[in-house]
Nanobody
Framework: QVQLVESGGGLVQPGGSLRLSCAAS????????MGWYRQALGKERELVAL???????RYADSVKGRFTISRDNGKRTVYLQMSSLKPEDTAVYYC????????????WGQGTQVTVSS
């Protein structure tokens, strides 16, 4: 069983920065893509950023140029550096990891709240 634990959320003023971390633990075999999703109040969960095991990245249009996703395979950790934050970035951010040994098996973290407000 794999557990994903997110950290780094909090309250930040518009224009500020935060760095989210997501560490995988437990019986971790190889992981394919890892990513960050977010869900704002009353809205559906949406992809924010994704990074493959090889380092390829994909971003939602709304965060391009402001957010950067990275991963440390040795530490089984994925990061999301968020800059120039806007109130519309306020949401619960979830980490997701895709199993490389069981296609279709995905793991999710418990979520971390990010609030952008003055």
């Amino acid at each position: 069983q794999v557990q994903l634990v997110e950290s780094g959320g909090g309250l930040v003023q518009p224009g500020g920065s935060l760095r989210l971390s997501c560490a995988a633990s437990g019986t971790v075999f190889r992981l394919n893509a890892m990513g960050w999703y977010r869900q704002a109040l009353g809205k559906e969960r949406e992809l924010v950023a994704l990074i493959t095991s090889g380092g390829g990245t994909r971003y939602a249009d709304s965060v391009k140029g402001r957010f950067t996703i990275s991963r440390d395979n040795g530490k089984r950790t994925v990061y999301l550096q968020m800059s120039s934050l806007k109130p519309e970035d306020t949401a619960v951010y979830y980490c997701k990891a895709e199993s490389a040994v069981a296609p279709g098996l995905n793991y999710w973290g418990q979520g971390t709240q990010v609030t952008v407000s003055s």
